[in-house]
């Protein structure tokens, strides 16, 4: 069977089109989020005789069509329930390994960051292989984000890529707050990076972010990015009358003589 792929802009008109047929009328916010793509079968039906779900949609052309709305599946919300509730890996033990004096350098800009995962974070500048002027703490080890704690078990229901964070503190007092520098440490599963500072950011002053990529904890499941929902088909069948839907079965038969 023929199909003929429209995307969601197509669909969306058809929905603006008929928006004051519907007697509940899907609003094109509700739309962004998912994928749809209308299917445009082949197969007409024949007025009268379309299914009782199906809606009915018009195309500019004036041909109506009997649609099917994909069915709100709950299967995935489902899932990322299980996962959250698997409490069996620790993931103090998957960043042990790299606890006990591993360090990650990244040359960003002016500055060198160094940062050895559970102990500190610094900066400061190379020139010539050599550091040249202060060597900044940004903070030490202080404390991680509690995975096993119930009031933080809702923190990342919603967000598709979830974290952990790690909180430095005590870092090299600021001349602009008057206050010791302090970090957060955000460590995001990505299966092929290894173990690398991607970025840091001055998020406030002498505040900072650091966003770290690793492999080795992609085995916790609450670090799992959650997977893209998939397109969603909207199959649509050409409604003809008696007439149109007669001369289409005539047709259907002529053919199959000729074959
Ligand atoms: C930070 O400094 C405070 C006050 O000096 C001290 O009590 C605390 O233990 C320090 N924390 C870390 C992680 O060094
Ligand atoms: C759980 O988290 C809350 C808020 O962050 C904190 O107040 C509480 O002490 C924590 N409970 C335990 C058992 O660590």
Redesign the pocket.
């Known amino acids: 069977m023929l199909k003929i792929r429209n995307n969601l802009v197509n669909f969306a008109f058809l929905i603006f089109i008929c928006a004051n047929a519907l007697v509940s009328p899907i609003t094109i916010e509700e739309l962004k989020p998912l994928n749809y793509v209308v299917d445009i079968l082949k197969v007409p039906i024949k007025k009268g005789e379309e299914q009782p779900h199906a809606i009915r949609m018009k195309s500019k052309f004036g041909q109506d069509y009997s649609c099917l709305l994909p069915k709100d599946d709950d299967e995935e919300d489902v899932k990322k329930d299980n996962i959250e509730g698997d409490f069996s890996i620790d993931i103090k033990e998957l960043l042990k390994p790299i606890q006990s004096g591993f360090c990650m350098i990244k040359i960003q800009d002016w500055w060198t960051y160094e940062f050895c995962p559970g102990y500190y974070i610094k900066q400061y500048h190379i020139e010539d292989g050599h550091i040249l002027g202060q060597v900044i703490t940004l903070g030490l080890y202080e404390s991680e984000f509690?995975w096993l704690?119930?009031?933080?078990k809702d923190k990342f229901r919603h967000i598709t890529q979830p974290f952990h964070s790690q909180w430095y503190v005590n870092g090299t007092k600021c001349d602009l707050t008057g206050q010791p520098r302090n970090a957060e440490v955000r460590i995001f599963c990505k299966p092929d990076a290894g173990d690398r500072i991607h970025r840091v950011d001055e998020e406030e002053t002498c505040s900072y972010i650091i966003t770290i990529h690793m492999s080795r904890v992609c085995s916790f499941p609450q670090l799992k990015p959650v997977p893209e929902k998939k397109t969603k088909s909207i199959p649509c069948h050409p409604i003809l009358n008696d007439e149109q839907y007669n001369n289409y079965l005539k047709k259907v038969k002529e053919k199959e003589l000729v074959l």
């Open positions: 509690d704690n119930e009031t933080n």
